[in-house]
């Protein structure tokens, strides 16, 4: 992993912290081949939808949530065709998969936190 990536994903980590979801910050942020920010995204309802005690009901809120890859890819604000896009704490999902390959995003990076095989 080179500095830009340590850098980006540091940012992403940041942007997760915007989140109002009580149990799980996520955040992405998109990047162009010259390390512009195009966007940034985190995790949480949808605009003009109040934070509220749904945000305690992990049912409710997962039928809710726009993921931060979503976000991001949805207000970015140039092409993110051949771009990169940082998330943290981990992978996109598969949904969110789907609609970054759509976009034509070229690269994620991401921090994977494993926890050290027992020998």
């Given at each position: 992993m080179n500095k830009w990536d340590k850098n980006f994903l540091q940012l992403a980590k940041t942007v997760s912290k915007f989140s109002k979801d009580p149990s799980t910050?996520?955040?992405?942020?998109?990047v162009d081949d010259d390390n512009r920010v195009i966007s940034i995204g985190y995790n949480g309802f949808p605009k003009g939808i109040k934070d509220d005690n749904r945000l305690d009901n992990r049912e409710v809120k997962y039928e809710m949530?726009?993921?931060?890859?979503?976000?991001?890819?949805?207000?970015?604000?140039a092409p993110v065709k051949d771009c990169t896009i940082y998330t943290w704490p981990f992978q996109p999902c598969s949904?969110?998969?789907?609609?970054?390959i759509q976009a034509g995003i070229r690269r994620v990076v991401?921090?994977?936190?494993?926890?050290?095989?027992m020998v």
């Open positions: 910050k996520v955040g992405a942020v998109i949530v726009v993921h931060a890859e979503a976000n991001a890819l949805l207000f970015a604000n949904r969110c998969a789907s609609l970054i991401s921090f994977e936190n494993k926890e050290p095989e």
